[in-house]
């Protein structure tokens, strides 16, 4: 059964400062993997999608990374502002059985001080 | 193009009483994913449906709970009785189609339950 863990739970930064998310997976088996963006009361919004193939994704200040045996990927957030205040979710969709679904972390919360 | 749209975007509901969640998924997409988020939990998979078929309800609790995804109209995810634990956030998604799409995400419906 595919684990998905994030790690810091929460982390604040002052603005300007790059920062990196850390995500990982138990099961290497993947088809992809999304970051997304969730701010409170809101919906989802889709950051960056990483296919099993790929080593990386970049989308203006972000950047995503795979390493698909280790089971890790990483969000990079460069030049960090006050609008990136949110919570980041990482996703994976896993090979074989299920894998219609995304399997998610709890998130990490970022907090960027003016 | 529109994306995901869902409503109500607020539902109240007394403890017993019925619960109607609606998901019109986006333009072009023919699948729908509905997702649980818990207090203080991460998105959690429940159902994975095609026009007029369930593919997978893995997740769905085995009762009170069902869904549906007609040929015409939205996707509805119904909840019969409902109780206080079932008060979260419920996400609906749609794709393309499945494996290596991306799933794009609603706004969500927050169902409280007195």
């Known amino acids: 059964k595919q684990e998905v863990t994030q790690i810091p739970a929460a982390l604040s930064v002052p603005e300007g400062e790059n920062l990196v998310l850390n995500c990982s997976f138990t099961?290497?088996?993947?088809?992809?993997l999304q970051w997304f963006r969730q701010d409170p009361g809101k919906g989802l919004t889709s950051l960056l999608l990483?296919?099993?193939?790929?080593r990386e994704q970049t989308s203006g200040r972000l950047n995503a990374s795979l390493d698909k045996s280790s089971g890790r990927s990483t969000l990079y957030i460069a030049a960090s502002q006050p609008g990136d205040s949110a919570t980041y979710l990482c996703a994976v969709r896993s090979v074989g059985a299920g894998s219609y679904q995304l399997t998610f972390g709890k998130g990490t919360k970022l907090s960027v001080i003016p | 193009n529109a994306g995901v749209m869902q409503n109500p975007r607020h539902l109240v509901r007394r403890r017993g009483q019925e619960a109607r969640l609606r998901c019109s998924p986006m333009?072009?997409?023919?699948?729908v994913y509905w997702y649980r988020q818990l207090p203080e939990e991460g998105l959690k998979f429940m159902v994975y449906l095609q026009k007029e078929n369930i593919i997978d309800e893995s997740g769905m609790p085995k009762e009170r709970f069902s869904a549906e995804f007609p040929k015409e109209g939205p996707s509805i995810l119904r909840i019969q009785q409902v109780v206080r634990g079932d008060s979260a956030a419920y996400f609906c998604?749609?794709?393309?189609?499945?494996?290596?799409?991306?799933?794009?995400f609603g706004p969500g419906t927050r169902l409280t339950v007195l």
């Open positions: 998604a749609s794709s393309p189609r499945d494996r290596e799409e991306e799933q794009f």
């Open positions: 099961d290497s088996a993947i088809y992809n």
């Open positions: 990483i296919q099993s193939s790929q």
């Open positions: 333009k072009g997409h023919s699948h």
